[in-house]
Structure formats: C-alpha cells, structure tokens
C-alpha cells in the first residue's frame, strides 16, 4: 500500500504532561515523514470516538473499555499509547516501560542508603500496578520489604483536600524512618511531600519523595523540587508513529507490546540524601557523585575525607556493600547511559563519562548491560520488542 498522503487521527488526550509528549513525539515524526495529513483538535473525550471514515489509521490513548470498543468497530490501524490500557490485545500497542521505571527508583533509593521502603498510588491503573512491581521486585532483591499505600480516588485536585491527605499523613508518620518513597507519578508525589509537611515529617531528610513522568512544571514548582523518572514519552510517541505507517504498509503486528525504556530519574531536592549513619561516607559518596568522571582515584577519595585508603574501604563497604572503586564504575557507567541517550558520538560518550578508551567502555558497557553501546542506544529508540512483565 502506497504511504502517500496518509490521513492519520490523533486520538490522544493532552489534559496532563503524558499526553502533550506523546504528540511532541509524533511532531517530530512527521517533520521527517511528511506524508502525513493529520487531524487532532485538542481531542479529551474518552467517550466519544469520532466519525473516522475516509482515514488510514488511528493514534490512540485508548483511555476506557467503551473507547475500545467503539475503535475496534472502525476496522482501521489503530496504535495504542495508553500506559493504562495497554494490555488490549486487539490493538498494538506503544507503551513506556513502566515496570522498568519502578526499578530504576529502587535502584536510586538503593543506592542512597534506605532499607525501609514505600509505594504510594492508585490501586486500579495498570501503570501504577507496573512502577509498583519493578520498584517491590528490585528492592526485594536486596532484601528490602516495600509497604503499600493504595487509594481508590482519582488523581485530580479534589484527592490533594485535607480529608484526603489525612490518612496518608497519619499512615507515613507510624512508618520506619529514614523512608524512600515512590509515588506512581508525580501528581502523588506532591501529595506526599504535603502529607509529610502535614505530619512534621522532614523531606528528604526523614522521607525520600520520588515520582514519575518528570512533569517538570510539577516537579520545579513543588517544594522541596521533585525527584522524577523521565519516561521518554517523545520516545513512544515517535515509534508509534513509525508503528503505524509499517502496519498501514501491511507489515505484521507484534504479538506484545512495544515497550520503551525510561529515560533518566531526575534527582532533585525531594530525594537529594544519603540514608547512611557514617558520614565520611556519606562525603565519600558525595565527591564520587560530583567528580567520577574527572579521573577520580579512590586515593583522592581517601584523602578528601582524612581517612587511609584501608579504613575507607571497610567503612564504605560495611556502609554500601561496595567499594569506593566499585562506585565510582557505577556512576561513569551512570552517566554514560545518559549519554546514550543523545546524540553524543560513542567515542564522546566513553570520555565524557570518564572511561580512558572507548574500547575499555565498550567491554565494561557490554560486561554490564550484555549490549554494546550501539546496542544499547538502539534499544532506547524501540528497535527492539519487549514483553510485558505478568
């Protein structure tokens, strides 16, 4: 089937930071591919499908069972980005992974240091379901129990009254402190941050407040700033696009979803702490932070903090369960994940990172990750085919 002049619905709702960039993906798309006549007029009703005749394919956040129902009647390609709904096997879907979210804020809140974590969000979404399996999953691996706090409101402004926060605020004071939390996105995570205002609760110091979707309106305008996973949305929307026009040329549909990878977890204020009762290395791990890619040496460490090369050792270890080498490897490689994510040649990726060769990176990167950094980069731009975690 010819690709020429496609007319293309864009079916996705823009009431919230998923939804604009998403679109802002599919621009970028058809900046390249401007094949294209594309018709989206604000689009918020996840009631009401409209009158799709005479169109080549349809992007959708398919956002309810009835929403569904009415696009599986249009018999057209249709893509689906909803995160929520994504798991509808009539339609293909392009999603964030969001399982893989959920790990990346065990990971941060890992490494600084806390041993009691929580989860707070709604009980419904699948989303929510997906951050909160990832972020349990990986903290159980080090031996961490993950508590849970569901709620069956909405997500509007009316869950964020008084009444609504009470319990929360009650429910985080009786938890073990210092607590790392992960909100399911960050509309929750401003919520908590008030709860723990609420209950004279210090964040970060006493509570750690990660969120996600990086909504950085959100995130800047809260205070203490919000930590955030950014899901690379412009990512799924992009892919989708490309999705559609492989379907519309008759290419086969998948048999799981799409699923990206997350971009970086935003570290701000709201989680900017180490949990750690040694405060040497707590110092130590905030040079390695700063200055890792720079040529660091653990002897420089030892020396910032006036301690032997030895004692550091056994503290930091006795403290993180790594050694100052260790961590200073993991957040070169850290970085350079980042990195990766741009469009920074590898060569440029492997010395901004620190490493002394892009050959050394490229065998540390595929020790590491069982990719090359090429690999890896292509990955982040839904090359590759995922399942979804059950």
């Known amino acids: 089937m010819s690709v020429s002049g496609l007319h293309v619905a864009l079916l996705v709702a823009t009431p919230d930071s998923y939804g604009r960039r998403v679109l802002d993906g599919i621009l970028d798309y058809l900046r390249l591919h401007p094949h294209w006549n594309t018709e989206f007029d604000a689009w918020r009703d996840p009631h009401r499908v409209p009158d799709l005749s005479g169109y080549s394919g349809v992007i959708a956040r398919v956002s309810t069972d009835e929403m569904g129902e009415q696009l599986q009647g249009c018999k057209l390609p249709?893509?689906?980005?909803?995160?929520?709904?994504?798991?509808?096997?009539?339609?293909?879907?392009?999603?964030?992974?969001?399982?893989?979210?959920?790990?990346?804020?065990?990971?941060?809140?890992?490494?600084?240091?806390?041993?009691?974590?929580?989860?707070?969000?709604?009980?419904?979404?699948?989303?929510?379901?997906?951050?909160?399996?990832?972020?349990?999953?990986?903290?159980?691996?080090s031996d961490c129990n993950v508590e849970v706090y569901w709620f069956t409101q909405n997500m509007g402004d009316d869950w964020l009254t008084e009444e609504h926060l009470e319990p929360l605020s009650q429910w985080l004071k009786e938890r073990p402190q210092p607590l790392g939390v992960m909100a399911s996105n960050d509309v929750v995570a401003r919520a908590v941050v008030r709860a723990c205002r609420k209950a004279s609760l210090d964040v970060p110091d006493q509570?750690?407040?990660?969120?996600?979707?990086?909504?950085?309106?959100?995130?800047?305008?809260?205070?203490?700033?919000?930590?955030?996973?950014?899901?690379?949305?412009?990512?799924?929307?992009?892919?989708?696009?490309?999705?559609?026009?492989?379907?519309?040329a008759g290419e086969a549909v998948p048999d799981q979803p799409i699923m990206l990878p997350p971009g970086e977890l935003k570290v701000r204020r709201s989680s900017d702490v180490f949990a750690l009762g040694d405060r040497k290395v707590v110092a130590a791990l905030n040079l390695i932070r700063q200055r890792a890619t720079q040529g660091l040496t653990v002897t420089e460490v030892a020396s910032h903090v006036r301690l032997s090369r030895r004692a550091l050792e056994l503290r930091f270890r006795r403290e993180t369960g790594r050694t100052p080498r260790d961590e200073i490897g993991r957040t070169r490689m850290e970085t350079a994940r980042k990195l990766l994510a741009t469009n920074m040649s590898i060569t440029q990726v492997a010395a901004e990172a620190g490493f002394s060769s892009q050959s050394r990176f490229g065998q540390m990167f595929r020790n590491e990750t069982g990719m090359t950094p090429l690999q890896f980069r292509r990955s982040l731009r839904g090359d590759t085919i995922s399942s979804p975690k059950s």
């Open 78 to 141: 249709i893509i689906n980005v909803s995160a929520s709904r994504y798991r509808m096997p009539q339609f293909p879907a392009v999603v964030p992974d969001n399982y893989a979210a959920g790990r990346m804020v065990g990971d941060h809140l890992l490494e600084r240091g806390f041993e009691h974590m929580a989860f707070v969000g709604p009980n419904r979404p699948q989303f929510a379901r997906d951050r909160w399996q990832g972020f349990r999953e990986r903290s159980a691996e």
């Open 207 to 248: 509570v750690a407040v990660v969120g996600a979707d990086d909504d950085e309106h959100l995130c800047e305008l809260t205070t203490p700033s919000l930590s955030s996973v950014a899901l690379g949305l412009e990512r799924v929307g992009y892919r989708a696009a490309a999705f559609l026009d492989e379907l519309i």
